[in-house]
């Protein structure tokens, strides 16, 4: 089984792209989605996580997430804390994930593998791009967050002529018939490469 690992910037259309994957039958992983469940459900995570932010860090509802944004946004080395606990837990996750599947190849969707040097552990690694505006107006649509903060996020991550060199496929996700193109196409190289 080939593993691959899809990633970009944010806004780059990540998901959007994983999706489409998904709906070829591959099975995907998503490390975001994955992190936040154990976050809530992870005795060992909600122990440390409270020990690094404060009893803050959760409510009776679950996590608290505005809070803990605020946290790291304003201090990058909690941000480095918080991914070193959380991180691993997720790898391990996966790699229980991975036994269960049976195909020629999966796909585990993250956003920091360049940043982390995990992009190392995959066989493939595909790279969603898009030009800056575009995604930085996508996230202003999607989430309740402000101009200044999108960027500075962007600081935090690779740009894509660095990615791009450590990439075996690259999509320029702008129009989706244009993306769907792309997805069919590495779809049916990852299918051939590993028959």
Do not use: C
């Amino acid at each position: 089984m080939i593993k691959v690992v899809l990633t970009g910037g944010i806004g780059s259309g990540k998901t959007t792209v994983a999706k489409l994957f998904k709906e070829l039958g591959v099975p995907i992983y998503i490390a975001d989605d994955e992190a936040k469940k154990l976050m809530i459900r992870s005795k060992v995570i909600r122990r440390k996580l409270t020990n690094l932010f404060g009893e803050q860090a959760y409510t009776k509802e679950g996590l608290n997430k505005p809070y803990l944004s605020k946290a790291i946004f304003n201090d990058k080395s909690l941000l480095q804390k918080m991914n070193a606990i959380v991180h691993p837990r997720v790898g391990k996750h996966y790699q229980k994930w991975l036994l269960k599947e049976d195909t020629s190849y999966t796909i585990k969707e993250a956003a920091i593998v360049f940043e982390n040097g995990t992009y190392k552990n995959y066989d493939v690694v595909i790279t969603v791009t898009a030009p800056k505006e575009v995604r930085l107006e996508r996230v202003l649509k999607r989430d309740n967050a402000t101009k200044e903060k999108v960027e500075a996020i962007m600081r935090n991550q690779w740009n894509d002529t660095d990615k791009i060199k450590l990439s075996h496929f690259v999509i320029d996700n702008i129009t989706l018939d244009s993306t769907k193109e792309q997805v069919l196409k590495i779809h049916e190289k990852l299918i051939k490469s590993n028959s």
